[in-house]
């Protein structure tokens, strides 16, 4: 077995629970995400809200991709962190007025716009300041992703984004917004996308939507496909580098894109997952009646995707190569769903050692509460503790 290379002895003088960021694991995929889009009119935005440590979002801004963004604390995240408001691109179907006026103030790039009542409130706050704004449409292309249904958003029924028969409607209320200059059309199909054959789906309804906009005589300067990309939680040893080859390739192959047209793209997970690992301790070792339980000082307050999406987390006993054993890993909070793994086979654990659970860098640390009156944990990188 493969383990990570982990500063385990500085990993000892510190309190357990905390996030521990590999940033060379970082630059190494920012560095393959720029490879593989360099010579195409194709532009990166990272999701922020898969992770804002401050070192990483240093990371990605150096290695020059822009920011996708939910909410105006992204916005001005993303601001701070150094991110060119001409790289900003803002979605999600509940703005706050104080949001939208924060990204026209900013000048951002784009208002990706979920639906027709949105589009009367941007126009009318851009008009309040006399200003315009860039806007794309999030279409919800009806393309199934295959993933869990909580993090399936590209189909009618989902929430997200405005539906194939609103079309028409839309594009005529648009028109006569004067306060909006229509820039573009969004998708984002879902999230965890390790088949891309529906990634090969989207293109195919992009290039039929494009020629709709076409023959009603409207030109689009931007296409965005959203993020989505997934990730090997399994063998993250082995496979520490998304399959960004295979996944922009489908996109230059299938999608047809208009001359002058720039094709944008929001990855979240795909960017920061794999440099990321919760550390944490073992308490106590507890024999059950027909299995041993392993009680970590780390829970759902840290770690939520096990308990919210039944979620597969790598768990690596960093302390011990002893004979693997089966446990029940799992958090001290007082919720029966905090259950990290069942059944799981590591090396055989005693109380005090250290745990790494891996993958955890997307949507981990951002989406840890204080349940239990817990504190938030804490983070480090590669470059601070080395
Ligand atoms: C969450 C989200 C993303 C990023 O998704 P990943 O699966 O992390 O790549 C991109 N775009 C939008 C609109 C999102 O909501």
Same mark, same amino acid.
């Given at each position: 077995?493969?383990?990570?290379?982990?500063?385990?002895?500085?990993?000892?003088?510190?309190?357990?629970?905390?996030?521990?960021?590999?940033?060379?694991?970082?630059?190494?995929?920012?560095?393959?995400?720029?490879?593989?889009?360099?010579?195409?009119?194709?532009?990166?935005?990272?999701?922020?809200?898969?992770? $804002?440590?401050?070192? #990483?979002?240093? +990371?990605?801004? @150096?290695?020059? !991709? &822009?920011? %996708?963004?939910?909410?105006?604390?992204?916005?001005?995240?993303?601001?701070?962190?150094?991110?060119?408001?001409?790289?900003? $691109?803002?979605?999600? #179907?509940?703005? +706050?007025?104080? @949001?939208?006026? !924060? &990204?026209? %103030?900013?000048?951002?790039?784009?208002?990706?716009?979920?639906?027709?009542?949105?589009?009367?409130?941007?126009?009318?706050?851009?008009?309040?300041?006399?200003?315009? +704004?860039?806007?794309?449409?999030?279409?919800?292309?009806?393309?199934?992703?295959?993933?869990?249904?909580?993090?399936?958003?590209?189909?009618?029924?989902?929430?997200?984004?405005?539906?194939?028969?609103?079309?028409?409607?839309?594009?005529?209320?648009?028109?006569?917004?004067?306060?909006?200059?229509?820039?573009?059309?969004?998708?984002?199909?879902?999230?965890?996308?390790?088949?891309?054959?529906?990634?090969?789906?989207?293109?195919?309804?992009?290039?039929?939507?494009?020629?709709?906009?076409?023959?009603?005589?409207?030109?689009?300067?931007?296409?965005?496909?959203?993020?989505?990309?997934?990730?090997?939680?399994?063998?993250?040893?082995?496979?520490?580098?998304?399959?960004?080859?295979?996944?922009?390739?489908?996109?230059?192959?299938?999608?047809?894109?208009?001359?002058?047209?720039?094709?944008?793209?929001?990855?979240?997970?795909?960017?920061?997952?794999?440099?990321?690992?919760?550390?944490?301790?073992?308490?106590?070792?507890?024999?059950?009646?027909?299995?041993?339980?392993?009680?970590?000082?780390?829970?759902?307050?840290?770690?939520?995707?096990?308990?919210?999406?039944?979620?597969?987390?790598?768990?690596?006993?960093?302390?011990?190569?002893?004979?693997?054993?089966?446990?029940?890993?799992?958090?001290?909070?007082?919720?029966?769903?905090?259950?990290?793994?069942?059944?799981?086979?590591?090396?055989?654990?005693?109380?005090?050692?250290?745990?790494?659970?891996?993958?955890?860098?997307?949507?981990?640390?951002?989406?840890?509460?204080?349940?239990?009156?817990?504190?938030?944990?804490?983070?480090?990188?590669?470059?601070?503790?080395?």
């Amino acid at each position: 077995m493969i383990k990570a290379n982990y500063p385990v002895d500085q990993f000892a003088e510190l309190r357990t629970p905390f996030y521990y960021y590999d940033l060379e694991v970082l630059r190494a995929t920012l560095q393959e995400i720029i490879k593989q889009t360099s010579g195409d009119p194709f532009e990166v935005h990272y999701a922020l809200k898969a992770n $804002v440590n401050p070192q #990483v979002l240093a +990371a990605v801004r @150096e290695a020059g !991709l &822009g920011a %996708d963004c939910v909410s105006g604390g992204e916005v001005q995240a993303a601001l701070d962190a150094g991110i060119p408001a001409s790289k900003v $691109v803002f979605a999600g #179907v509940g703005k +706050a007025d104080w @949001e939208i006026n !924060l &990204g026209l %103030d900013n000048d951002i790039f784009c208002f990706n716009v979920e639906s027709i009542p949105e589009l009367e409130v941007i126009n009318e706050l851009a008009d309040a300041k006399g200003k315009t +704004a860039s806007v794309a449409l999030r279409i919800n292309p009806n393309v199934s992703a295959n993933t869990h249904h909580y993090i399936t958003t590209g189909l009618n029924e989902n929430k997200f984004g405005i539906n194939l028969s609103e079309l028409d409607k839309v594009t005529t209320i648009v028109k006569g917004f004067s306060n909006i200059r229509l820039v573009g059309v969004h998708f984002h199909i879902g999230s965890q996308i390790t088949d891309l054959a529906p990634f090969q789906d989207l293109c195919v309804r992009v290039n039929e939507i494009q020629d709709y906009f076409e023959s009603q005589g409207i030109k689009l300067e931007n296409v965005n496909v959203g993020g989505g990309l997934g990730i090997n939680y399994e063998h993250p040893n082995h496979f520490p580098i998304p399959e960004f080859e295979a996944y922009f390739k489908i996109f230059r192959e299938h999608l047809t894109l208009r001359p002058g047209q720039k094709l944008h793209f929001e990855l979240g997970r795909a960017v920061v997952a794999q440099c990321g690992s919760l550390i944490s301790r073992v308490l106590y070792v507890k024999e059950g009646t027909s299995k041993n339980f392993a009680i970590l000082d780390a829970g759902f307050t840290e770690l939520i995707r096990p308990a919210l999406y039944q979620a597969y987390h790598r768990i690596e006993n960093l302390s011990s190569d002893r004979v693997e054993e089966e446990y029940d890993v799992v958090g001290p909070i007082c919720e029966s769903s905090d259950v990290f793994a069942k059944g799981y086979s590591m090396n055989a654990t005693k109380r005090g050692d250290l745990i790494a659970l891996r993958s955890a860098g997307a949507y981990g640390e951002i989406m840890a509460s204080q349940y239990n009156l817990r504190a938030l944990p804490k983070a480090y990188t590669s470059d601070e503790l080395r």
